[in-house]
Structure formats: structure tokens, C-alpha cells
């Protein structure tokens, strides 16, 4: 059971005790990623999340930090997403004091040298690079692109390599000091935790964090899809293999039909039995993966079924994938299948909160994205109560051909091929 507590300040502390286990993570998130950017500065929430770990006065370089972290064998990382930002600390609980000391500092004392800003400009367009050269990795953005049309919910997190190389010292800063700020924070402790680690949270960061700006409302302009007939994007790539993205705008995180939704897509392409792995992949040997899964974001989500095909089979394999959406849509899914798909989902909750860090993320990215906490066993209820019927209603309502949105990175220029190929 968590225990959740609000400080003076508005600042938010989960703490998820986990008694089979010596490890402890600390995690703070903060609401804010790249769709609450501007276009001038697309790319900040990222570039900020790598300049926290370039030094601090207590320790002024990068080494200075990751030393420290590495001679007791910790994990640390960090993530920026659209819609927020964590760091992350898992050790053993015997060294719980480093864990909070070290992440305090770099989030209260990170120096945002310039010589450092400029250096990381680098690190960051090679990261960018990577991204843009290996299509596996970039099929998905060129796909959100499409979908969320006209909303920052469809930039690169890392932004454009143009914003790296000018945005400044300044603009960075005063990115960080508007989001970063304690009402608009989650800190999440699990594993073997005590007393003794909330106090030394209250004392290092909680009662030191203050709130500086007034945040107005709204901090981004709600996605609605306003799209009227498919999209098709074509990024052109000398390739043997094409990665193929089909993707249609589906539901938020608050929104009681992503449950049926997630089961949808594990039934459609969620696992090694779901019916397009067994009909792409294992009846026809069109591809070597096919997997279909949802993205929820605040107000907006939506459904990918990706895959990546030899060209000369390309055809065939949209036509296979695009009669399974026919088939979910006009038949619905059999009552095994539903059964089968809510344990698969039962078992990967239970094996993924085997982990304090997964544990530490369940229950933050839930406080801070909807406010509202469900547990383990809360939502395996929710996904209990689906019914067959919830199931072919969200299917006909995601699929359908005006909102379809077919992303490809392959040896092609001209859409008007695929044009003929999205029918639903």
C-alpha cells in the first residue's frame, strides 16, 4: 500500500514501501516535456535534462556526480517525454542518503555552465542524428507527426537540430525555473524505505524547493483531431527494408476506455499469439516483428501497429493488416481471446512491480498526469470489467478510414500509390 502526503509548499511525496527487496529508487517528475514547448525553444525540456548532470558547485562536473554514483553500484538515468520530465536514482538502501543527496543537488544546484551548455549542443545533435539515420527508431515520430497535426503533441522531444545549435543559456533557465517548481512535481520513494529517507527528503530538497512563478493556465492548448480523410507521410531512405507505421488519434490517460483499448491492441498485435504476428508474420512470412500498441498522453492518445517489410511485399502485407482492422471492427474478438489478452495484461503488472523503479513510476506518473491513483489491483479490475462488446465499440470507433494515418521510411516519393491502399 502507498502512502501519499502534500507539503506546505504543494509538493507531492508517494511512498510505496516494498519489504522483499534491499533496493530503494528516488524518483522525481515534473510536469513538464516537450509539448509545452514553443517552437523557438522545441527541444528545452530535453536539453535541460542533460545539462542536470554537468556539474554542480558540490560537484562540478558530470565525472564528479557519476563517480559518485558508480562506486556504489547505483542505476541512475533520466527521461524527457511529451508531457513530463524524471530523474531517477534505484541503490542499495544502505547508501539511500547518497541517492537523495546527489539528486537534490543537481536539481537545486546544477550550474548550467555555458562552457558545458555549448558542449552538450553536440552530444545532443548526434543524439537527434542517431534517432533520424536508424528508421526503426524514427517511424514513430514521422507517424506523430501526421496524427497530431498542428499541435506541439507532434514535435520531436529532442527538437530540431536548428533550436540545439542557437537556443541560449537564458532561454533554458528560465524554461526550468517555470516548470520546475514544487506544485508541479511528483517525488516518488519504493523499495526498503524508512523514516530516516523522508526526513532527509524534507531537509534536502522539499523545504527548499519554492515556488517562483506564477504558472497560468492553460500550460498547452488541448489536442482535439480534426482530421477528415487519411494522411500519408513518406520519409525517402535507400533501404532494404521499409518501416511502416499505420496510426489513427485515439483516447487520453483519464479516459475510461483505454482500458479496452489496451486490450484491443494485445489481442491485435500485443504479443507472439495476437492475430497480426500470427497472420503478417508467421502464416505469410511478410515481416520478421508486427506489434500494435497504444500511446496515452493527457487529453489524447493513439494506436501504432508497426512493422518492417520487404518492399516488393509491402502491398500484401497493408492489405493483411488492414482486413484485421475490418475483421475487429465488424466481428469484434471472441470471449477466449479477450480472457487470454486480460492475463497477459495481469502478468506483465505483477512482473513489472517486482522492481522498485517500475514501482516508483507507477505510482508518480498516476499522481502527477491525472491526479488520481489506481493500484495494481484497481486497474486490474478496470481491465476485468471490459467486455467483448467494449471491445468492437473502441475498435469501430478508432478505426475508421478518415482518421487513418499511414507513415513509411523506404525508397518512396509519391503517395498516390498508398492513397488506394488505406481503405477501411
Not at 514553443?38 to 558540490?58: D, P, V, Y
Not at 524554461?175 to 524534507?202: C, H, T, W
Request: aromatic share 10%; with cysteine; glycine share 6%.
Amino acid at each position: 500500500m502507498y502512502k501519499k502526503q502534500e507539503f506546505s509548499n504543494k509538493a507531492r511525496l508517494i511512498q510505496v514501501p516494498f519489504k522483499d527487496t534491499k533496493a530503494v529508487t528516488v524518483l522525481f517528475l515534473f510536469g513538464v516535456g516537450s509539448r509545452y514547448e514553443s517552437r523557438e525553444i522545441n527541444g528545452a525540456s530535453h536539453f535541460i535534462e542533460h545539462l542536470m548532470f554537468k556539474g554542480t558547485k558540490k560537484r562540478p562536473t558530470s565525472l564528479d556526480i557519476s563517480k559518485d554514483l558508480d562506486r556504489v553500484g547505483a542505476e541512475f538515468n533520466a527521461m524527457t517525454s511529451k508531457d513530463y520530465t524524471g530523474y531517477y536514482v534505484k541503490i542499495n538502501h544502505e547508501k539511500k542518503e547518497l541517492a537523495v543527496d546527489i539528486l537534490s543537488d543537481m536539481l537545486l544546484n546544477s550550474k548550467f555552465d555555458s562552457v558545458e551548455v555549448n558542449r552538450e549542443r553536440g552530444v545532443i545533435i548526434e543524439e537527434i542524428n542517431m534517432y533520424h539515420d536508424n528508421p526503426l527508431m524514427a517511424i514513430e515520430g514521422v507517424l506523430e507527426e501526421s496524427i497530431f497535426k498542428g499541435s506541439s503533441l507532434g514535435w520531436d522531444i529532442a527538437g530540431p537540430t536548428s533550436v540545439i545549435k542557437k537556443v541560449s543559456r537564458k532561454q533554458l533557465i528560465d524554461f526550468r525555473d517555470k516548470y520546475y517548481q514544487p506544485d508541479n512535481m511528483v517525488i516518488a520513494v519504493s523499495g526498503k524505505i524508512n523514516a530516516k529517507l523522508i526526513k532527509l527528503l524534507e531537509e534536502k530538497f522539499i523545504n527548499k524547493i519554492q515556488k517562483n512563478t506564477e504558472m497560468k493556465e492553460p500550460r498547452f492548448k488541448n489536442f482535439e483531431s480534426k482530421q477528415s480523410e487519411p494522411r500519408i507521410s513518406l520519409k525517402f531512405r535507400d533501404t532494404k527494408q521499409v518501416q511502416l507505421a499505420l496510426g489513427f488519434p485515439a483516447y487520453g490517460y483519464s479516459d475510461d476506455r483505454t482500458y479496452a483499448l489496451h486490450l484491443l491492441t494485445i489481442i491485435l498485435g500485443g504479443n507472439m499469439s495476437s492475430r497480426l504476428f500470427t497472420q503478417v508474420r508467421e502464416r505469410r512470412g511478410l515481416c520478421y516483428f508486427v506489434r500494435c500498441y497504444p500511446n496515452f498522453y493527457y487529453e489524447a492518445g493513439n494506436v501504432v501497429i508497426q512493422s518492417g517489410l520487404d518492399n516488393s511485399r509491402l502491398d500484401e502485407a497493408i492489405t493483411v493488416i488492414q482486413n484485421e482492422l475490418r475483421k475487429v471492427k465488424s466481428k469484434g474478438v471472441l470471449a477466449r481471446e479477450l480472457k487470454n489478452a486480460k492475463e497477459f495484461i495481469r502478468g506483465k503488472i505483477v512482473l513489472n512491480l517486482e522492481d522498485s523503479s517500475n514501482l516508483a513510476e507507477y505510482y508518480a506518473k498516476q499522481e502527477l498526469l491525472v491526479n488520481k491513483i489506481l493500484t495494481p489491483e484497481q486497474k486490474m479490475k478496470n481491465y476485468s470489467e471490459v467486455t467483448v462488446k467494449d471491445i468492437q465499440n473502441v475498435a469501430q470507433d478508432i478505426f475508421r478510414q478518415e482518421k487513418a494515418n499511414l507513415a513509411l521510411i523506404g525508397p518512396f516519393r509519391n503517395k498516390k500509390k498508398f492513397e488506394k491502399l488505406i481503405r477501411l
